[in-house]
């Protein structure tokens, strides 16, 4: 099994070594990102992924797209956040999972998109990050209601390695958080935080 390394995008000492624990037990990457530009059209093209587009399906009553909701109200380890799926790091660098909570509850993060890297051949960092960051960056403001440079909120992404890519996986995921590292309470859905 692969295992990716994490850069954050922003100094965040503790919160980026719990994350980088469970990333890496989970066989996910995570990779620095940087402003400006947009890939190599001859590397690949980033495009929906099929199977984790953001936001979830469900619609509230202005026909807006609102995240689904946990699979349970329970905590439970998760391997994949989903668009929508609010967790917990882990407490200690020690534990391997990620954990799924209720929206409602206190949680570090929410995903709030995935996409898939389309192409044969693996990106250069600079292609990966410049894409992931341009495309985390728009679907964030789409999906929380203001930019992230007005936000109490930051986001980072976690994406594939050499070696996953290799093996099918080119998905990009986008998770956001309090920029103070304070506990969320709520989704930030059309939150406007």
Not at 12 to 24: N, T
Not at 67 to 79: G, H, L, M, R, V
Not at 129 to 145: H, R, T
């Amino acid at each position: 099994m692969s295992q990716r390394s994490f850069t954050s995008r922003a100094a965040r000492p503790v919160l980026i070594l719990g994350v980088s624990a469970a990333i890496l037990s989970l066989g996910l990457s995570a990779c620095s990102k940087q402003k400006s530009g947009s890939p190599n059209p001859s590397q690949g093209t980033p495009a929906p992924a099929s199977s984790a587009a953001a936001p979830p399906a469900s619609a509230t009553a202005e026909g807006t797209p609102a995240p689904a909701s946990p699979t349970s109200a329970t905590a439970e380890p998760i391997t994949r956040p989903r668009a929508g799926d609010c967790y917990q790091f882990p407490a200690t660098d020690n534990s391997d999972d990620l954990t799924i909570v209720s929206c409602n509850q206190p949680h570090d993060a929410e995903t709030f998109h995935a996409f898939e890297f389309r192409g044969d051949q693996f990106p250069t960092d600079d292609e990966l990050n410049q894409a992931s960051d341009e495309i985390c960056g728009l679907m964030f403001e789409y999906y929380v209601g203001k930019p992230v440079a007005d936000s109490t909120l930051d986001y980072e992404w976690v994406g594939p390695d050499q070696e996953l890519w290799a093996q099918g996986d080119h998905i990009v995921e986008c998770y956001a958080f309090a920029k103070d590292d304070s506990k969320l309470n709520r989704s930030i859905w059309n939150s406007n935080m």
